[in-house]
């Protein structure tokens, strides 16, 4: 079996084995994405990243661009990753168990809303519903940043599903 994709038990106690866990795409990758959100977000933006995972994102914006950061996750393993990860770095942010489907948040409260590698995981008309919950919780004026991978093999959940999957732009 191929090491990288072996099934170990998590060490923040879910029993899964998160790729986030292992940093398995990397710190020059983490460093990379990090880059390319600071080149859209203002120093001090208050940020919200939904489905935080082991908070790279977070950490990063935190440390340097002093942003006031929130990451939600429906895990707690993640937030648990995510906790130690901004501890580490020297950042700060809050963390909340929570879905992305009904964000527990008033409207207009953040500046920029992130969500890296989550909508892809559900079916066209859920990805529309957690959009709208985006745009609900990002001021006007604000950046909604969504990321899907890039698959270069279709995939039962890959470039044919992400073709359906369009959404079109909210107002």
Known sequence: MNPQSERRPSPHGDGIDWRWE?????????????????RHVATGSRVLEIGVGGGHVVSELSRRAGCW????????SALCASRERVAGAGGAARLV?????ALPFKDAVF???LSLGVI???P????????REHARVCRAGGRVIVSVPKFSRPRPY???A??????????
Do not use: K, T, W
Request: some cysteine.
């Open 97 to 101: 168990q929570g879905s992305g489907f």
């Open 111 to 113: 500046d920029c809303v």
């Open 69 to 76: 950061c929130v990451g939600i996750d429906v895990l707690s």
């Open 22 to 38: 292992r940093g398995s795409q990397g710190q020059d990758f983490e460093v990379s994405q990090a880059n390319a959100i600071l």
């Open 120 to 122: 892809e995981h559900y």
């Open 124 to 131: 066209p008309e859920q990805a529309r519903a957690m959009l």
């Open 158 to 160: 890959g470039e044919a």
């Open 162 to 171: 992400m073709a359906r999957a369009e959404v079109p732009v909210l107002a």
